[in-house]
């Protein structure tokens, strides 16, 4: 055995074992809520003790604080190459809200889960200290800013706000997942694309 082997086997056995707790405790949140997510509980659909849980994660903040991150890097790791892939504002904010969306069509049950953590005090604290998170906003506004700069869309808008709006209106998918399992996510995608496109499209000249 090579020096470093061992350690490099360890690291990823621990590596993969993390990723199922994660997996689990999202399981359990999106099916009984987050204020029944326990230790106990993610040990048993593992199928290992709670002690080994308490091995990779602190306490329950510990866990939920990787479930916040695992779930947004994921989303932000789809959406980037859909956007970046087009080039004018308007393509670029419709990737931006396609693939938002998309992305919460694919991975439902995740999205639930975070619906479930915002909505407590203690992981609603937890996931607003994700940057992404608190960044959200102002990354739209200063993007819809530079196509602005451009001329690529109205110049007499208000970005900050048509930022909020989009957010706004992306963001309260989750809840609709919840409570409607036939929610048509891609016929919203299709019109929420289409009221930002006219809020936003630059007036042909005369």
């Not at 809520?33 to 849980?53: D, N, W």
């Not at 903040?61 to 859909?82: C, F, N, S, T, W």
């Not at 999205?111 to 604290?125: K, N, P």
């Amino acid at each position: 055995m090579r020096p470093g082997e061992a350690r490099s086997e360890r690291t990823f056995i621990e590596t993969a074992r993390r990723a199922q707790i994660v997996a689990a405790a999202i399981d359990t949140i999106a099916e009984l809520g987050y204020a029944q997510m326990s230790f106990a509980r993610v040990a048993e659909r593992v199928g290992i003790s709670r002690g080994l849980i308490s091995y990779h994660f602190v306490g329950k903040d510990d866990l939920i604080k990787q479930v916040v991150h695992d779930v947004v890097e994921q989303g932000v790791a789809y959406m980037r190459p859909r956007i970046i892939a087009e080039s004018t504002g308007l393509a670029v904010l419709e990737a931006y809200i396609a693939s938002n969306l998309a992305f919460m069509r694919e991975h439902r049950k995740d999205m639930i889960a975070i619906l479930e953590i915002t909505r407590s005090a203690d992981g609603r604290r937890i996931f607003q200290g994700d940057p992404h998170v608190i960044d959200a906003v102002r990354a739209l506004e200063h993007l819809l800013s530079g196509f602005q700069t451009a001329g690529q869309l109205r110049p007499d808008f208000d970005p900050y706000v048509i930022a909020i709006a989009i957010r706004a209106a992306i963001d309260v998918v989750p809840s609709r997942l919840a409570l409607d399992p036939e929610f048509d996510i891609d016929g919203y995608s299709r019109e929420i694309i289409t009221v930002f496109d006219l809020a936003t499209r630059a007036k042909d000249p005369p």
